[in-house]
T-cell receptor, first 112, second 111 residues
């Protein structure tokens, strides 16, 4: 099992550019999550998907959109990147009814 | 959402036990106490969780106060690889399984 994978690992964008962060899990998990982590801070939830076909806002959803493409994949899109979105983005997944979240290695995004 | 309070940082010597405290005075009856840790430049990883009773696993032990308003994560013999930020989080199935991270405790381990 690869667990939770994220692409790309690093990305540099200019203000106003768009991009999609990809996340996939091979553990047959129902729920998937996107978090961001700013320097010296804990993680903050952007969006989550309790099951295929559903998505809900988290703590900091503004400026982002998500797509739960199928059970395995959950993507995060920045339509018009801003310097305030410079952060490390983590994807996570969990089996519904269980308590443990499994995290990917993160995508480091710099917006100039 | 119920909140947790942890010290910003702690130091330990290698091969000594470490006790990481967490206060959660507003915990509700359905909240589980979860601990995750984040090694440098990695995503968080699950450590342990419990509801009311003390818990042990291969990584650590979790001691929960009788009134559940505080808990302590115990690393029995700290190694250099245990240097990380440790997060104490209250988890409830009624919140859709979401994790609400605080700032955590940064543990440094001295050889």
């Amino acid at each position: 099992n690869a667990g939770v994978t994220q692409t790309p690992k690093f990305q540099v964008l200019k203000t106003g550019q768009s991009m999609t962060l990809q996340c996939a899990q091979d553990m047959n998990h129902n729920s998937m999550y996107w978090y961001r982590q700013d320097p010296g801070m804990g993680l903050r939830l952007i969006y989550y998907s309790a099951s295929e076909g559903t998505t809900d806002k988290g703590e900091v959803p503004n400026g982002y959109n998500v797509s739960r493409l199928n059970k395995r994949e959950f993507s995060l899109r920045l339509e018009s990147a801003a310097p305030s979105q410079t952060s490390v983005y983590f994807c996570a997944s969990t089996l519904r009814g269980t308590e443990t979240q499994y995290f990917g290695p993160g995508t480091r995004l710099l917006v100039l | 959402d119920a909140k947790t309070t942890q010290p910003n940082s702690m130091e330990s010597n290698e091969e000594e036990p470490v006790h990481l405290p967490c206060n959660h005075s507003t915990i509700s009856g359905t909240d589980y106490i979860h601990w995750y840790r984040q090694l440098p430049s990695q995503g968080p990883e699950y450590v342990i969780h419990g509801l009311t009773s003390n818990v042990n696993n291969r990584m650590a032990s979790l001691a929960i106060a009788e009134d559940r308003k505080s808990s302590t994560l115990i690393l029995h013999r700290a190694t250099l690889r245990d240097a990380a930020v440790y997060y104490c989080i209250l988890w409830s199935v009624w919140q859709g399984g979401k994790l609400i991270f605080g700032q955590g405790t940064e543990l440094s381990v001295k050889p």
